[in-house]
């Protein structure tokens, strides 16, 4: 079974600030899928960003990135230019057989 | 695109009762959908993955008689809480994938339930 840790319970950065949440996890697998996904107070799951294994470019939506090392089985979500709406809980996860494992979570808050 | 509901958005029952809870892919055929438990503060639980026509496979810890799955079309898969108990009280989401091989998951809202 895959494992995703996520080591940052919670997080506090500065509107307009760049904050960087840490995901590592445990494969045996060559090829496989990565995500983010962010859950603010409504609890609505909302699809942040995607990174497939076999891609070595870091995937990018607009103030999102990531910084994926596949060797290291590292997969960080750097937040550039933090806004209010940016404040949620945001899981890492991994999918398998199109299952997803999911990390314990990080709670990001943006101060004004 | 890839608007996934769920309904009730909120139950309230008393013990001993049952509550079904459905899941809806609105614009897209979805060939798996899965249902995952999430606790306050804490990360989503995968409970079962449905696929269209075919039996629920449940994970590991997860009684299949107390949470009935059914994948009735591409479109609606539902889920029965039977004789719920107080200790069933959770955040229930569901999430369904399209038919493609780099399909994502899309999360419908999810449903509170509360077992009195």
């Known amino acids: 079974a895959q494992t995703v840790t996520q080591s940052q319970p919670e997080m506090s950065v500065q509107e307009a600030e760049t904050v960087t949440l840490s995901c590592t996890y445990d494969?045996?697998?060559?090829?496989?899928?990565l995500f983010w996904y962010k859950q603010p107070p409504s609890r609505q799951m909302i699809l942040v960003i995607r990174?497939?294994?076999?891609?070595?470019q870091n995937a990018t939506e607009n103030r999102f990135s990531v910084n994926f090392q596949k060797a290291a089985k590292s997969f960080s979500l750097k937040i550039s230019d933090s806004q209010l709406g940016d404040t949620a809980m945001y899981f890492c996860a991994f999918e398998s057989d199109y299952k997803l494992s999911f990390g314990a979570g990080t709670t990001v808050t943006v101060r004004a | 695109g890839a608007v996934v509901s769920q309904h009730p958005s909120w139950v309230i029952c008393k013990s001993g009762t049952s509550v079904k809870i459905e899941c809806r892919s609105l614009?897209?055929?979805?060939?798996?959908m899965f249902w995952y438990r999430q606790f306050p503060k804490q990360s989503l639980m995968l409970m079962a993955t449905?696929?269209?026509?075919?039996?629920?496979?449940?994970e590991q810890g997860v009684e299949k008689d107390k949470f009935l799955i059914n994948h009735a079309s591409l479109t609606l898969s539902t889920l029965t809480v039977t004789s719920a108990h107080p200790e069933d009280s959770s955040f229930y989401i569901c999430?369904?994938?399209?038919?493609?091989?780099?399909?994502?998951?899309?999360f419908g809202p999810g449903t509170r339930l509360l077992v009195l």
């Open positions: 999430s369904a994938r399209g038919q493609g091989t780099f399909e994502t998951q899309y």
């Open positions: 614009d897209f055929q979805a060939t798996t």
């Open positions: 449905s696929n269209e026509g075919s039996k629920a496979t449940y």
């Open positions: 990174q497939e294994a076999y891609k070595q």
């Open positions: 494969t045996s697998e060559s090829n496989y899928y």
